[in-house]
């Protein structure tokens, strides 16, 4: 009963509650920085993860698209040059020299079958003209021989049009290539136009 009267032990009271609660307080916001931190933590990876899966991912599809337009456009290409060389074959100034070449394999058969050749050879060295024209064919379907080795059209259009014309003229002036050939001496030259001929048409062996 004599404590009642102290009043040290009142402070002493004060003093432990105060500090009792300024522990639990202490302890509480120790706890929810913590925790405040724990999730700020896990937000910036979630965010991180979510920032770096979008950006794979945007990169894959940019890739993606770029490469499928590179293609569409290669193939755009392939086919417009397809087309150019059709046309070219169809253009009116073509006339002349296939009216020409028309004229030449009709005369030419008109000769025994073991002297078509060689008079082939013969009347072309006397008309100059005539020859230009039927080397400016020939040319042509070299060209598209090229083309073709090197990837730059549709093979397969481009046979459905001209293997008929091809094995027509590789056939019906065959004197005349070879003889530019120099038989053989000059190998490169319609070198491309023979081998597309064997091979859509087979060497005729």
Not at 9 to 18: A, D, Q, V
Not at 80 to 87: A, G, P, Q, R
Not at 113 to 122: A, P
Not at 185 to 192: E, I
Request: contains cysteine; proline residues 2%.
């Amino acid at each position: 009963m004599k404590n009642q009267n102290n009043p040290n032990i009142f402070g002493e009271i004060n003093l432990k509650i105060t500090l009792n609660i300024l522990a639990v307080s202490f302890g509480v916001s120790l706890l929810i920085t913590t925790a405040h931190n724990r999730v700020e933590e896990e937000q910036k990876k979630t965010l991180t993860f979510a920032v770096t899966t979008f950006a794979t991912t945007a990169a894959g599809l940019g890739a993606f698209y770029a490469h499928k337009s590179l293609v569409q456009g290669q193939k755009y290409k392939l086919i417009d040059k397809t087309h150019s060389l059709i046309e070219r074959w169809n253009d009116p100034e073509f006339i002349p020299f296939k009216v020409t070449a028309k004229k030449l394999v009709e005369k030419a058969k008109k000769e025994p079958l073991e002297q078509q050749d060689n008079w082939l050879v013969k009347y072309c060295n006397e008309n100059i003209e005539e020859e230009i024209q039927i080397i400016a064919i020939l040319n042509f379907l070299t060209e598209i021989a090229l083309c073709i080795e090197e990837d730059f059209v549709d093979e397969g259009l481009l046979q459905k049009y001209f293997k008929t014309i091809v094995k027509d003229y590789c056939e019906d002036f065959h004197g005349l290539i070879n003889h530019r050939r120099g038989n053989n001496h000059n190998q490169l030259r319609y070198k491309a136009l023979i081998e597309l001929k064997n091979k859509w048409i087979g060497t005729g062996k």
